[in-house]
């Protein structure tokens, strides 16, 4: 992989939030002010739910392929864009329900042209055993670098990725991996490579239901993987703006996981104003940690 595509991936892709996590825990703590009506005797405690898919209008959901491929609900960026009008946003071409049509000639392009991606609510965690893609005909290239990541929160705030593509994909047929990663996850999705608005012909998730465990993850090269997501899926500009993020480090051949709340924001002068912005983060725990640069 080239250096600085490493480098940009390490540094800011796959960026989103946990503040709904941080939500339930204020409600928790509220609820926990009031009154607890008084516990029954001998009462077994309900074992926890899984979160449970409520489907809304318009919504997708895509049904069980031949070959095995997991159902789901569509889930990825917004809007797409339409090629014959002028590059607009649209939300009726090119959508995001057509990476799972099995139709080679039809794709997902995302209107915005980074940090774009497109996926599936699986609606209980899965062991994701093997991926499929192909890319939109006639720009098999664009396929290359897109990540492959699974997530237990919607915002995937605690991605961490399961597959990198490594070169260009092959036009009017699938291309596989197999997925070597132990945790189960709710939800999974391809994120597009810098600059070219996924454009994605087919993708599809195959593995079963189960929430595994962390003895197995994928670690993209021999360098230890770190994986940084920005609350609300922001990309940070402002040298003088903190971020709530989280960082995910996988090493020791993808057999060790470290996750971590931090902080990030832009650093540097000149530096700063470049396209690929350097950056700093403080490990935000609680504890007093000094700044990695
Ligand atoms: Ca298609």
Avoid at 19 to 24: G, V
Avoid at 213 to 231: A, C, E, M, N
Wanted: proline residues 7%; glycine residues 6%.
């Amino acid at each position: 992989m080239h250096y600085r595509e490493q480098h940009q991936y390490y540094s800011l892709m796959k960026l989103t939030s946990y503040l709904p996590a941080f939500l339930l825990v204020l409600l928790l703590a509220a609820s926990c002010e009031k009154d607890d009506p008084p516990k029954l005797p001998d009462t077994p405690t309900p074992a926890p739910e899984e979160p449970i898919y409520l489907p809304e209008e318009g919504d997708i959901y895509i049904e069980a392929g031949e070959d095995g491929s997991l159902p789901g609900l569509v889930i990825g960026s917004k809007y797409s864009v339409d090629y014959g009008n002028d590059n607009q946003k649209s939300t009726t071409v090119n959508l995001k329900k057509h990476v799972f049509d099995r139709n080679y000639s039809t794709f997902f392009a995302s209107y915005d042209r980074s940090n774009t991606w497109v996926g599936l609510d699986l609606g209980e965690k899965h062991i994701i055993t093997k991926i499929g893609y192909a890319p939109r005909n006639t720009q098999p290239g664009r396929v290359q670098l897109a990540i492959i990541e699974g997530a237990n929160e919607s915002d995937f705030s605690d991605a961490v990725p399961i597959y990198l593509i490594p070169e260009a994909g092959v036009e009017q047929q699938m291309t596989y991996a197999d997925i070597n990663c132990s945790r189960g996850f709710r939800y999974v999705r391809y994120v597009s490579p810098h600059d070219v608005r996924c454009n994605l012909a087919e993708l599809a998730f195959y593995g079963y239901a189960g929430a595994g465990d962390d003895s197995r993850f994928y670690q993209v090269t021999g360098l230890p993987t770190v994986s940084i997501h920005v609350k609300d899926d922001k990309v940070p500009q402002n040298k003088k703006q903190d971020f709530d993020a989280r960082i995910t480090l996988l090493y020791e051949q993808g057999t060790l996981v470290q996750e971590w709340p931090i902080l990030v924001r832009v650093r540097g002068n000149f530096s700063a104003s470049h396209e690929n912005k350097p950056y700093r983060f403080k490990i935000n725990d609680g504890k007093i940690v000094p700044y990695i640069h």
